[in-house]
Nanobody
Framework: VQLVESGGGVVQPGGSLRLSCTAS????????MGWHRQAPGKQREMVAT??????NYADSVKGRFTISRDNAKNTVYLQMNTLKSEYTAVYYC?????????WGQGTQVTVSS
């Protein structure tokens, strides 16, 4: 099983980035996909999840981030707009099947002027 993320990088405050994550090698259907992030010195936290059309966002990103999913491609996207410096972190994709959650390797997002 492999989750491959892309789209991270360096962006100025107020800018936008779009993250993508594709899951491969799974023999069962994915229940949920989503994104977490971990900033230096902080715990990993949920950013956004999508499950059969039900979407949840962390309060800190509501109105700025949009999660979407292409089930046929086992791909999840995270459109991040109006980025703030406090969003700097490693962003991890995850895919949940019954009884287990797979993680990607993470992609760095740096918001800095």
């Amino acid at each position: 099983v492999q989750l491959v993320e892309s789209g991270g990088g360096v962006v100025q405050p107020g800018g936008s980035l779009r993250l993508s994550c594709t899951a491969s090698g799974l023999a069962v259907s994915i229940n949920a996909m989503g994104w977490h992030r971990q900033a230096p010195g902080k715990q990993r936290e949920m950013v956004a999840t999508i499950t059969s059309g039900i979407i949840n966002y962390a309060d800190s990103v509501k109105g700025r981030f949009t999660i979407s999913r292409d089930n046929a491609k086992n791909t999840v996207y995270l459109q991040m707009n109006t980025l703030k410096s406090e969003y700097t972190a490693v962003y991890y994709c995850n895919a949940k099947i019954p009884g287990y959650r797979y993680w990607g390797q993470g992609t760095q997002v740096t918001v800095s002027s």
